[in-house]
């Protein structure tokens, strides 16, 4: 869901990229996000976007063991290429509602 539109999944490239800038308390700030859909082959582009942030909202899928590793990769993706020593990471799991296909716990994911 990104400009606040629902997209179904599509079989483009596989990656989307939206960004926006505002003000809060005559401060600038720069929103990226970045969707790859968790392909690996998006991984290399990964330094491109974790160099100068200082906000990270990860996303897997609670019914998917191997979104679960993919979000353990980017983890360790931040930990190599970030520059700034202030990181704040967001971990979301999603699909909470489908508890009987549900693969990874809560206590597993914290």
Request: glycine share 4%; hydrophobic share 35%; aromatic share 14%.
């Amino acid at each position: 869901l990104i400009d606040n539109i629902y997209r179904p999944p599509y079989s483009g490239i596989g990656v989307d990229f939206r960004f926006w800038c505002t003000t809060v308390d005559q401060n600038n700030y720069k929103f990226q996000i970045w969707d790859t859909t968790g392909h690996e082959k998006f991984r290399d582009i990964a330094a491109s976007y974790i160099r100068e942030c200082h906000l990270y909202m990860l996303c897997f899928d609670l019914t998917s063991r191997s979104s679960f590793e993919i979000v353990k990769g980017r983890l360790r993706d931040i930990d190599r290429y970030s520059y700034t020593t202030l990181n704040t990471i967001v971990l979301v799991g999603m699909k909470s509602d489908l508890k009987e296909q549900r693969e990874i716990s809560y206590k597993e994911a914290v």
